[in-house]
C-alpha cells in the first residue's frame, strides 16, 4: 500500500472515529430511547431520605448550602441532613454544628481520605431508605429531593442522578465552554437512560438506595463509579431532569484543567479496576456505553493527532487535503488564542467551545498520563475561583 493510501486510511478512520464519537454515539443513543424506550414507573412516595453534604474546608459556602438544604419541600420528619467532613481545618465543622438544633448532624473523618472514604463514613452512619449526595457548592431547587424519590418506585432502579446547571455570572469565557459542553452531556444523558442506564452521575446531586450502595475504595471518582456499583446489581441508575441544582462554573482556564485531570485520572482508575465491564458479552449494551462514551471519548486526542498529521502529509498533493488541515489549524489556533485572551483576562466570547474543547483533550492525556505514573487522587482541595464568593 502506498503512503498516500495509508494516510488516506488513517485520515479516514480518524474522522470517523471523531465523529462517531461526538455525534454517532449520542444519535445512536437518541434512536435507542426512542424505539425501545426503558421508561421509568415514577409515583410520588416519600422514603425516608438521608441528605449527605461532603465537605473539606468549606466554611465560606456551607452556611449558605445547609439554609437552602432545609428549605427542601420534603417530610421534615423524613429528611437527616448530615454533613461529613473530610477532617476540615477552616472552621467548616463548628458551622455545622451550629445547625444541630435544627437536625444537622456532623460526621468528621479525624483524618483526611477523601471524598469518597467521607461518603462511605457517612452512609455508615446514615439512617434513610435513599441517600442523596451533596456538595456544599450545590444550591438545589425546592422540589428536587421529591423528584428523585419518585424514581424509586420503580424496583429496577437503583441510583437517580438529577439534573446539574452551571451558572456562570461572570460570563467568563471558560465557563461559557463548560456549559456549552455540559448542555450536550445533558442531551447525552437523558437519551442513554432512557435506552439503558446512565454510566455516571452529576456528584452534586444523585440519590442512591441504602440498600444498594457498597464502600468504595478512597480513590474512586463516586459519582461515576457509583453507576457502574449499581450496574453490577442487576439495576440501572437513570436520568431526573426535573431534580435541578445550580452550581457556578470555574472562570479560569487552570482550574478546570486541574479538576478535569483529577476526574479524568480516577476514571481511568475505576475503568481499569472494573475492565470486565467492557465486554458487551458480560453487560451489554453497558459496555458499549463505557467504550463509547469513555474510552473512545479520552482517545479522541490520538484521533485528532492522527488526522492532523495525515491531512499535513496529504495536503502535499491535493488542495482538498491543504484545505481540511487548514480549517483544523484555523480552529486549533482560535483555541490557543482564546487561552491566552483568558490568561490575560481579556474575554474570548465565541471562542468558548474551542477553548474548551482543547482544554478537555488536553486534560484527557494529562489524566491518563496520571493513570500510567500510578498517581492516584482520593484527597481533593476545593478548586473555587475568588469570584464565585
Not at 482508575?269 to 463509547?292: C, K, V
Not at 474575554?347 to 468558548?352: D, R
Request: include cysteine; proline fraction near 4%.
Amino acid at each position: 500500500m502506498s503512503g498516500s493510501l495509508v494516510g488516506q486510511a488513517v485520515f479516514i478512520v480518524s474522522v470517523g472515529l471523531i465523529l462517531y464519537v461526538y455525534f454517532g454515539y449520542p444519535l445512536l443513543m437518541f434512536v435507542m430511547a426512542r424505539l425501545a424506550p426503558k421508561n421509568v414507573e415514577k409515583a410520588p412516595i416519600r422514603p425516608s431520605v438521608s441528605f449527605i453534604i461532603a465537605a473539606y474546608n468549606e466554611a465560606l459556602d456551607i452556611r449558605q448550602k445547609l439554609e437552602n438544604t432545609l428549605r427542601l419541600e420534603y417530610p421534615e420528619e423524613k429528611l437527616e441532613i448530615i454533613v461529613t467532613s473530610d477532617a476540615s481545618t477552616d472552621g467548616t465543622d463548628d458551622i455545622a454544628r451550629e445547625f444541630a438544633g435544627r437536625g444537622v448532624r456532623l460526621v468528621r473523618q479525624p483524618e483526611r481520605r477523601g471524598k469518597t472514604a467521607a461518603q462511605n463514613l457517612a452512609v455508615e452512619a446514615a439512617a434513610g431508605e435513599i441517600i442523596v449526595f451533596s456538595d456544599a457548592t450545590s444550591m438545589y431547587e425546592p422540589d428536587a429531593v421529591c423528584m428523585l424519590a419518585a424514581n424509586f418506585a420503580d424496583a429496577s432502579v437503583g441510583c437517580v442522578a438529577g439534573k446539574l446547571v452551571y451558572v456562570d455570572p461572570a460570563a467568563t469565557t471558560v465557563g461559557s465552554g463548560v456549559r456549552s459542553y455540559w448542555n450536550y452531556e445533558s442531551f447525552l444523558k437523558r437519551n442513554e437512560s432512557t435506552a439503558s442506564s446512565l454510566i455516571g452521575v452529576s456528584g452534586c446531586i444523585y440519590a442512591v438506595r441504602r440498600a444498594n450502595y457498597l464502600p468504595m475504595y478512597p480513590e474512586a471518582c463516586s459519582d461515576f463509579l457509583i453507576a457502574t456499583v449499581i450496574r453490577k446489581q442487576g439495576l440501572r441508575t437513570v436520568y431526573e431532569p426535573l431534580a435541578v441544582c445550580a452550581e457556578v462554573t470555574n472562570g479560569e482556564a487552570s482550574k478546570e484543567m486541574k479538576m478535569r485531570v483529577r476526574v479524568i485520572s480516577q476514571t481511568f482508575t475505576d475503568l481499569w479496576r472494573n475492565r470486565e465491564m467492557l465486554d458487551p458479552f458480560h453487560s451489554g449494551i453497558y459496555a458499549l456505553q463505557l467504550l463509547s462514551h469513555k474510552v473512545l471519548r479520552y482517545s479522541i486526542p490520538i484521533f485528532l493527532a492522527a488526522a492532523f498529521v495525515s491531512s499535513a502529509v496529504l495536503a502535499f498533493n491535493s488542495r482538498v487535503c491543504l484545505l481540511i488541515f487548514a480549517v483544523q489549524a484555523a480552529f486549533f489556533a482560535a483555541a490557543v488564542a482564546a487561552w491566552v485572551l483568558e490568561r490575560i483576562g481579556v474575554k474570548g466570547g465565541t471562542l468558548s467551545i474551542q477553548l474548551y474543547f482543547l482544554l478537555d483533550n488536553i486534560a484527557s492525556v494529562a489524566g491518563f498520563n496520571q493513570f500510567l505514573k500510578g498517581e492516584r487522587y482520593a484527597a481533593w482541595e476545593p478548586i473555587r475561583d475568588s469570584g464565585q464568593r
